[in-house]
């Protein structure tokens, strides 16, 4: 049995797609998450197994935390899935003047085709 430590956890995203996969292979979780409350109804299906922690893992702090509560809990980490992260939505060609997006034609050529 091997313990993952996932960050990011979110009601839909990645990060409960690769723990609903663990536990269903018999392995223990540790889903990391800014918004715990989220995810407690799905922590109580799964006891033994899961467990949720607050963490902003932009805060060093946090992190270093819940590795020890997560080593405490379950003696180790065997996996570590780095799904933290943001999301941006829309389309592409609307990130004019956003940091990376300095290929993009400007907006008035865009509307020419």
Known sequence: MKTWYITGGTPGGFGMAYANAALESGDRVVLTTR??????????CHPERALVLPVDVTDTRQVRQSVAEAESRFGGIDVLVNNAGR????????????????????PSSRSRG
């Open 35 to 44: 918004r715990p409350a989220e995810l407690r109804d799905w922590a109580a």
């Open 87 to 106: 999301g941006w939505y829309g389309s592409v060609a609307g990130l004019v003047g956003v940091p990376g997006s300095a290929s993009m034609p400007p």
